[in-house]
């Protein structure tokens, strides 16, 4: 079946970053022994933590 996950699978996210970029994520990666996807995950999880501490839900605000 095209266009759905089998089931019990993540879906597939993709995007298409500059060739540089790709190429210097795939040499660091590499010479970590990590594959691709899981650095990318890790740097989203970072950045979604970030964002969070920067823009904390209304409720956590002092004050509210």
Do not use: C, N, Q, Y
């Amino acid at each position: 079946m095209v266009g759905r996950p089998a089931t019990g699978k993540t879906p597939v996210v993709s995007f298409r970053p500059p060739v540089a970029l790709r190429e210097e994520l795939d040499a660091l990666a590499e010479a970590e022994g990590r594959g691709r996807s899981d650095v990318l995950i890790e740097a989203v999880h970072d950045w979604v933590r970030k964002k969070r501490r920067e823009h904390p839900p209304e409720s956590s605000k002092p004050g509210a």
